[in-house]
């Protein structure tokens, strides 16, 4: 059973900086596309960032200013934002993107964690 726990969130001033982590555990993840998303009040979820390998795809709206990264031996992904704006205020999730059996894909997402940026 895929389990994604994320952490991290919090609130910070506009300029500042969050890193998310998600600890991912029930799968080998290697092979699996690893993002974040986030979802603001009255909006829909929308990709922030997302890996698979050593290929990153970022979101216009963040890049340059968001990192995502991971550690496969640990099995964590991270979000480093930088540079923080008041529009980045969300609920951000983790989200695996993968194939189980020849079968898919298949979406898990973790409960979530807030950031809020306040101006």
């Known amino acids: 059973q895929v389990q994604l726990v994320e952490s991290g969130g919090g609130l910070v001033q506009a300029g500042g900086s969050l890193r998310l982590s998600c600890a991912a555990s029930g799968r080998d993840f290697r092979f699996s596309t690893m993002g974040w998303y986030r979802q603001a009040p009255g909006k829909q979820r929308e990709l922030v960032a997302t890996i698979m390998g050593d290929i990153t795809k970022y979101a216009d709206s963040v890049k340059g200013r968001f990192s995502i990264s991971r550690l496969n031996a640990k099995n964590t992904f991270y979000l480093q934002m930088n540079s923080l704006r008041p529009e980045d205020t969300a609920v951000y999730y983790c989200?695996?993107?993968?194939?189980?059996?020849?079968?898919?894909?298949?979406?898990?997402w973790g409960q979530g964690t807030q950031v809020t940026v306040s101006s």
């Open positions: 989200n695996c993107n993968t194939f189980q059996g020849g079968l898919g894909p298949f979406d898990y």
